[in-house]
Every structure is written in C-alpha cells, then in structure tokens.
C-alpha cells in the first residue's frame, strides 16, 4: 500500500463514526483507533423520600424499597485538565477559512525535533505549499503545509497537542482576502 493511500485511509477513518479499523493482507497491516471523549459526571440529585409514618399500621402500608441517597453512592470522576488556551481570542471568533488546519489526526509539532527551530514563528510570512508543522499519526510523520499565504498571527495549539481532522493549529493573515 503506498504512502498516499495510507494517509486518504487515515483521513476516511477519522472522517466516519468508526472507532477502530484493521485492515491486513499477506503484505500489509494497518491498525486505526480513534480516542474515546471523556466526560465528567455531574451528580444528580436523589429525589426526596417521603419519611415513613412511625404509628401507621403495618397493613397499610407498601412495603418501602430502600433508596441510596447521594451520601451512600461512591462516585468517582476522574479529573479532567482544562485546556489552556494558546491565544486571547475565542475559538469561536477565528475564521477557519483563514487558519491552517490540521490534514490527519495526531500530536502537533511545530519543529522537526526539540533542538530545531520551528518551521514558522508568529509574523512570518508563509506561503502556499509551505511546511509549518508536522503532525505524528500512526508512528509516522506527515507535514502540515499552508493551503493559502499570509502572516502568522497566532498558533492555536501548543507544540505537542493532541489534534483532530480539520483543527485550526495556526491563524494567518491572509495576503489576499479574495484567495477565501
């Protein structure tokens, strides 16, 4: 399987609802698994019991499940780290069609190695088809490359995040607005 198909699979993957994917033949493996979203528990409240009545006949009454109250039920969340934002601006404000995205799925990296320097730094100017990250998917490297020109303004996620199909990693100033 060559390089191009293995990376339009990985795409494909991460585009469906799929949460794994083997696929082997008598020359070729490939293994594709997606993380699972945590989310924290929010504890609900038991709904109030009416106290029994102490002097009502035995008679009348329905026999009384037992219901646990949240003082008895053992809840364990496990705790969540909150993203730190790499910039001031809202995710919500920064237009995607003016950002760098994300190709696969992965960890970002900035530079090729923690000794080098990285590919762009905030106000560089970059161009169309020029590299600006990378991204390790699957134990191999696949470079992130500009799809329009214009100026850092900002890096969205930090070197080493976790990212997904289509993220926005860095916003650029465009050159030419017509190019959106």
Do not use: W
Request: charged content about 15%; glycine content about 4%; some cysteine.
């Amino acid at each position: 399987m060559e390089l191009d198909q293995i990376y339009q699979l990985m795409d494909k993957f991460e585009q469906s609802s799929l949460t794994s994917f083997e696929y082997r033949d008598k020359d070729f493996e490939i293994q594709l698994g997606k993380k699972a979203q945590a989310y924290a528990a929010t504890p609900v409240p038991a709904p109030a019991q009416p106290a029994p009545i102490p002097n009502a006949p035995a008679a009348s009454q329905a026999p009384v499940t037992p219901q646990p109250t949240m003082a008895s039920v053992a809840t364990t969340v496990a705790p969540t780290a909150a993203p730190t934002p790499v910039s001031a601006a809202p995710l919500d404000e920064i237009d995607p069609k003016q950002c760098v995205t994300a190709p696969v799925v992965g960890i970002y990296y900035q530079a090729h190695s923690s000794e080098e320097p990285p590919y762009v730094t905030v106000g560089d100017h970059v161009s169309v088809g020029q590299q600006v990250g990378l991204i390790q998917a699957m134990q191999m490297m696949r470079p992130v490359v500009a799809k329009q020109s214009g100026q850092v303004k900002q890096f969205l996620v930090k070197n080493g995040d976790d990212v997904n199909f289509g993220q926005p990693l860095i916003e650029l100033v465009p050159d030419n607005l017509g190019e959106l």
